[in-house]
Nanobody
Framework: QVQLVESGGGLVQAGGSLRLSCAAS????????MGWYRQAPGKQRELVAA???????NYADSVKGHFTLSRDNATNTVYLQMNSLKPEDTAVYYC??????????????????WGQGTLVTVSS
């Protein structure tokens, strides 16, 4: 149905930058909000940033001012630009999408989809 393909994680020194990408693919769906969550070792998964289909964004307080989330509705892709990275940003980052999927019955249903996760490591 709907798959999320993530890219862009890796190892970077503190103060550096990375850009994560996430593309939704499949057929018979539309995407509402998309965003990124992260989970550090021993911690719960938390919202990093989200963006609505209209472009409204929401950021965790810890990343405001140094992460920027953008979206290309034509390709159902979101980009998370991460600047001034800190060791505490180290985590597995997961893409998330809230979609509406058309079923073979002709009905539609909401479907939340997750990516496989991409590791971001920030060294001090």
């Amino acid at each position: 149905q709907v798959q999320l393909v993530e890219s862009g994680g890796g190892l970077v020194q503190a103060g550096g930058s990375l850009r994560l990408s996430c593309a939704a693919s499949g057929s018979g769906f539309s995407v509402n909000s998309m965003g990124w969550y992260r989970q550090a070792p021993g911690k719960q998964r938390e919202l990093v940033a989200a963006i609505s289909s209209g472009g409204s964004t929401n950021y965790a307080d810890s990343v405001k001012g140094h992460f920027t989330l953008s979206r290309d509705n034509a390709t159902n892709t979101v980009y998370l630009q991460m600047n001034s990275l800190k060791p505490e940003d180290t985590a597995v980052y997961y893409c998330n999408a809230n979609t509406i999927v058309r079923l073979t019955t002709g009905r539609s249903r909401y479907l939340e989809v997750w990516g496989q996760g991409t590791l971001v490591t920030v060294s001090s």
